[in-house]
């Protein structure tokens, strides 16, 4: 049985988790020390408390057609660990600032920003002096 399903990333939840509270969506049949056990071992943190949320499902229409259906409901965890240890998914990347020099010699600060995934966003804070500015056209063709 799989306990863990996904952690719960949004806003309110990485707010939790900066003082020791993570959310995850868990099996239904999961309890509370079943939960603690397995965040503590894939996690290597020292599980103190686990609080469990029922969600039932909602029902909804859909747009075109004048049916409803019903979402299936789910499970919450929150986990409160130790005071001082962190579970490496739910921290908040940092900005590197990076100097990169272009063709002319200029240079160019940027700020580097990694997603939760580990995936690279990359901001321009100064853009190059002299360079024309990009505009893309949409030509439609046709008789």
């Given at each position: 049985?799989?306990?863990?399903?996904?952690?719960?990333?949004?806003?309110?939840?990485?707010?939790?988790?900066?003082?020791?509270?993570?959310?995850?969506?868990?099996?239904?049949?999961?309890?509370?020390?079943?939960?603690?056990?397995?965040?503590?071992?894939?996690?290597?943190?020292?599980?103190?408390?686990?609080?469990?949320?029922?969600?039932?499902?909602?029902?909804?229409?859909?747009?075109?057609?004048?049916?409803?259906?019903?979402?299936?409901?789910?499970k919450?965890?929150?986990?409160?660990?130790k005071?001082?240890?962190?579970?490496?998914?739910?921290?908040?990347?940092?900005?590197?600032?990076?100097?990169?020099?272009?063709?002319?010699?200029?240079?160019?600060?940027?700020?580097?920003?990694?997603?939760?995934?580990?995936r690279?966003?990359?901001?321009?804070?100064?853009?190059?002096?002299?360079?024309?500015?990009?505009?893309?056209?949409?030509?439609?063709?046709?008789?």
């Amino acid at each position: 049985m799989i306990v863990l399903r996904r952690p719960v990333i949004t806003e309110k939840s990485m707010k939790l988790a900066q003082n020791g509270l993570y959310t995850f969506v868990v099996d239904k049949d999961a309890t509370k020390p079943v939960v603690a056990k397995e965040v503590a071992e894939r996690f290597k943190v020292k599980v103190l408390e686990v609080k469990i949320v029922n969600i039932s499902g909602k029902e909804k229409s859909q747009k075109r057609v004048r049916k409803t259906f019903e979402t299936k409901g789910v499970k919450k965890a929150l986990v409160q660990v130790k005071k001082g240890e962190k579970i490496a998914l739910f921290e908040t990347p940092k900005e590197e600032e990076v100097t990169v020099t272009t063709a002319e010699g200029e240079h160019i600060n940027i700020k580097e920003k990694k997603d939760i995934l580990g995936r690279t966003k990359v901001k321009v804070e100064k853009s190059a002096v002299g360079a024309a500015p990009t505009t893309q056209r949409k030509v439609i063709t046709g008789k």
